[in-house]
């Protein structure tokens, strides 16, 4: 049983969910006070080394989700499993937990190695996946802000994908898919927040993507965005330490072998 039963159907949310989700959360990141005392980037250096304003990354998120919702409409009416007296049958709890879990890993794999040829192919690079890089402070908002190329194959597809190898539901999916969403957004926040569960449980974090954003890490800490298993597995792998500034907040600063 779940809030939406009743209401509207578990693909619709699945679609939707994870848009409206990533709005409120965003958003919220984005309507508190400037909590100077926890950025990892201050004002100055955001306003300064951004290459993009927020209303072109706000317009170049909601391109990519409109093609994220589509795809997620067809991914789900294509896999839509009913039974004759039209209710989809749910897996127990463990399942669906197992199902999230192996969700989280094909995603990783994919995400890291298609993030990574983009970062190793410069004609991808240049024209493609740099978009993402003009954020070289990263924020909530921009989380999602891609090339639309990008987006689909990166996040969409990945998406998809991860669903149709844990053989999840579309209820399981809207759980999954939210989760994933938060977590990616909270990777971009720029902030680096007092007992942010992310951070506890979480080696792959805000700080550990920060460094990737850095000009001097972009060739490392490739994986996203949940665990940091294939960044240590192929060696592109590097540690951070967080120092305080003096003025106030931290630096996440790359650590040498």
């Known amino acids: 049983m779940v809030f939406w039963e009743g209401y509207v159907s578990d693909e619709v949310m699945g679609t939707f969910a994870p848009i409206v989700v990533y709005w409120l959360y965003a958003g919220f990141y984005q309507l508190l006070p400037p909590m100077d005392k926890y950025r990892l980037h201050t004002r100055k250096e955001e306003n300064a080394k951004n290459l993009v304003p927020l209303a072109s990354v706000v317009k170049g998120v909601l391109v990519q989700q409109f093609f994220q919702a589509t795809v997620a409409h067809l991914l789900f009416l294509s896999t839509c499993k009913v039974t004759t007296s039209e209710t989809v049958v749910?897996?127990?709890?463990?399942?669906?937990?197992?199902?999230?879990?192996?969700?989280?890993?094909?995603?990783?794999?994919?995400?890291?190695?298609?993030?990574?040829?983009?970062?190793?192919?410069?004609?991808?690079?240049?024209?493609?996946?740099?978009?993402?890089?003009?954020?070289?402070?990263?924020?909530?908002?921009?989380?999602?802000?891609?090339?639309?190329?990008?987006?689909?194959?990166?996040?969409?597809?990945?998406?998809?994908?991860?669903?149709?190898?844990?053989?999840?539901?579309?209820?399981?999916?809207?759980?999954?898919?939210?989760?994933?969403v938060v977590k990616t957004v909270d990777d971009h926040c720029g902030l680096w927040l007092p007992g942010n569960i992310f951070h506890l449980f979480f080696q792959n974090n805000t700080a550990y993507h920060d460094i990737h954003h850095q000009l001097q890490g972009t060739k490392f800490n490739y994986s996203q965005p949940f665990f940091s298993i294939w960044d240590k597995l192929l060696g592109t792998y590097r540690p951070y330490r967080l120092v305080k500034r003096p003025e106030g907040g931290f630096e996440a600063r790359l650590m040498k072998d």
């Open 90 to 180: 749910q897996p127990s709890i463990p399942i669906q937990i197992v199902q999230i879990i192996i969700a989280m890993l094909v995603m990783d794999t994919w995400q890291y190695f298609v993030h990574r040829y983009m970062h190793q192919n410069k004609f991808l690079y240049r024209h493609i996946h740099s978009q993402h890089h003009r954020l070289v402070v990263p924020y909530a908002i921009g989380a999602l802000y891609n090339h639309p190329l990008e987006g689909l194959l990166l996040d969409t597809f990945g998406g998809a994908l991860s669903f149709l190898v844990a053989g999840m539901t579309a209820r399981t999916a809207v759980i999954f898919f939210c989760f994933a």
